[in-house]
């Protein structure tokens, strides 16, 4: 599963979203808005041809079988459960299984000694918190710190993902993977450091505005593109108006982009 400041998930999902990807770039139209209706023909496509991983299709690997995929069929159905067996459907799974086992075996074994084996935290534990994917308002990135803290983990929520108590002046999502965090080493003559102190003296970083949309007054055509004319909210001056494209409604605002139309 992701995390806040690592989107990453499991490589299979991502390889299967680019080969659907190049199956919708080859037959979008050219407005590119009848995507959705392709979905179905990319999903029987993908379904019935043959993958890497287990060396048949998955439609060969649940039912048995390729379903016809001309229309009109060449031929009458048929009933395929009349004609399987379990003791043969079980050898279909047993052989898409040893295959699948052994992809995962060669995915390993270029993936493994890369990675080493991370840290069992604990509640309460304090730690570092890499500072990669944060600003502080220093002038400068490189003199700045790498690791700010410590912090203390106030929840495990995933093997690989822990909830730390952070400066509330920071206004950041607190769930972080542990590639992010270090241990907190510390001298055995010195003391723990005090947690309201730490968040007292920690560095103001710098923080993304956020603008809400009020209205939508009108749109404009450029080119290809359909740009819409965005009244913000407590920005009531029109030379404060930008115009935007439909991309950016997605993060939000899509409320009153359909109140517009």
């Known amino acids: 599963m992701s995390t806040a400041f690592h ?11 680019q080969t659907i990807e190049a199956y919708l770039r080859a037959f979008v139209g050219h407005e590119q808005d009848n995507w959705v209706g392709l979905l179905p023909m990319a999903e029987f496509a993908y379904n019935n041809s043959i993958t890497m991983g287990n060396g048949m299709s998955p439609f060969y690997a649940n039912y048995g079988f390729h379903p ?3 229309d009109p069929a060449a031929s009458g159905p048929l009933n395929p459960v009349s004609k399987l067996y379990a003791h043969w459907m079980q050898g279909v799974h047993k052989a898409s299984a040893e295959q ?11 993936t493994d000694p890369q990675h080493t084996k991370p840290p069992e935290y604990q509640i309460g534990d304090l730690v570092m918190l890499n500072g990669r994917n944060f600003k502080t308002c220093r002038p400068s990135r490189k003199l700045d710190h790498k690791n700010h803290g410590p912090f203390q983990v106030e929840k495990i929520i995933l093997p690989l993902a822990v909830r730390l108590r952070l400066p509330r002046k920071w206004n950041i999502h607190n769930v972080f993977h542990v590639s992010l965090l270090e241990p907190y080493r510390t001298s055995e003559h010195r003391a723990l450091p005090d947690p309201s102190k730490i968040f007292r003296e920690a560095d103001d970083i710098e923080q993304c505005e956020e603008y809400n949309a009020d209205e939508v007054p009108g749109s404009t055509r450029k080119g290809c593109r359909v740009l819409y004319l965005i009244k913000w909210l407590d920005y009531p001056d029109q030379k404060d108006w930008t115009e935007e494209p439909y991309d950016n409604f997605l993060v939000g605002g899509l409320e009153k982009l359909q109140g517009f139309h």
């Open 7 to 17: 989107p990453q998930t499991d490589g299979q999902t991502e390889h299967l979203n």
């Open 68 to 70: 016809v995929s001309s």
């Open 100 to 110: 699948l086992e052994a992809a995962h075996e060669r995915m390993r074994r270029y």
